[in-house]
């Protein structure tokens, strides 16, 4: 089976521009989380969709936004880009939301680049 | 709030040796979930080994195990008989047990090298 599958690999914006970033999660699963990975820190969680549904929210401005598709697929919206919002987008997947055995599945992420 | 830190930033080992790597964490909450991630240049995060809080026995897999002392509040990750292929960066993480939005919360990293 496929892993958690994210487009595109690479993207260079400039700023001001908008950008949409894309992941499709492992089959069956239908919850989708988005991380942002800053060169040199932990990523920091941005926001979990499940059954459609935004269940969760980081500290991220209302530039960033998101939604989840029927298929359970996801896009990360990011407005007005930032310098700052130069970093790899890592997406997760898991089966549900609350139990404790569904591990989250990362993608391999989307490096962005804002110049 | 809940915090992670990893105090070290990178840690050398030697092939077929053992290495620690250090995380604490600061929560108010007693039920709570741990991770140790690890992530490779190929950027893919990968799981390694998870500890439930309320379980007082220490995880462990394979060469991998934890040392969980929940009243100091840390989870430090032990590589047994380190190979090549242990290289990456390392993430310690958690997340609330009643946390519905299954928010992972990560430390800094440590970047583990392991020598030839």
């Known amino acids: 089976d496929a892993g958690v599958t994210q487009s595109p690999t690479h993207l260079i914006k400039t700023r001001g521009q908008h950008v949409t970033l894309r992941c499709s999660p492992i089959?069956?699963?239908?919850?989708v989380s988005w991380y942002q990975q800053v060169l040199g820190q932990g990523p920091q969680f941005i926001f979990q969709y499940y059954e459609k549904e935004e269940r969760g929210r980081g500290n991220f401005p209302d530039r960033f936004s998101a939604r989840q598709f029927p298929n359970y697929s996801s896009e990360l919206n990011v407005n007005a880009l930032l310098l700052g919002d130069s970093a790899l987008y890592l997406c997760?997947?898991?089966?549900?939301?609350?139990?404790?055995?569904?591990?989250?599945?990362f993608g391999p992420g989307t490096r962005l680049t804002v110049l | 709030a809940q915090t992670v830190t990893q105090s070290q930033p990178e840690m050398s080992v030697q092939e077929a040796e053992t290495v620690t790597l250090s995380c604490t964490y600061d929560?108010?909450?007693?039920?709570?979930?741990l991770f140790w991630y690890k992530q490779p240049p190929s950027r893919q995060m990968i799981l390694v080994i998870r500890?439930?809080?309320?379980?007082?026995q220490n995880a462990t897999e394979n060469r991998f195990s934890v040392n969980f002392q929940k009243a100091a509040k840390s989870f430090s990750l032990k590589i047994s008989d380190s190979q090549l292929g242990d290289a990456a960066m390392y993430f310690c993480a958690y997340r609330s047990a009643d946390n519905q939005g299954g928010k992972l919360i990560f430390g800094q990293g440590t970047e583990l090298s392991v020598k030839p």
């Open positions: 089959s069956g699963h239908k919850s």
């Open positions: 929560t108010s909450e007693s039920d709570y979930y």
């Open positions: 997760a997947s898991s089966l549900a939301q609350l139990l404790w055995g569904n591990e989250q599945f």
């Open positions: 500890q439930e809080a309320y379980k007082q």
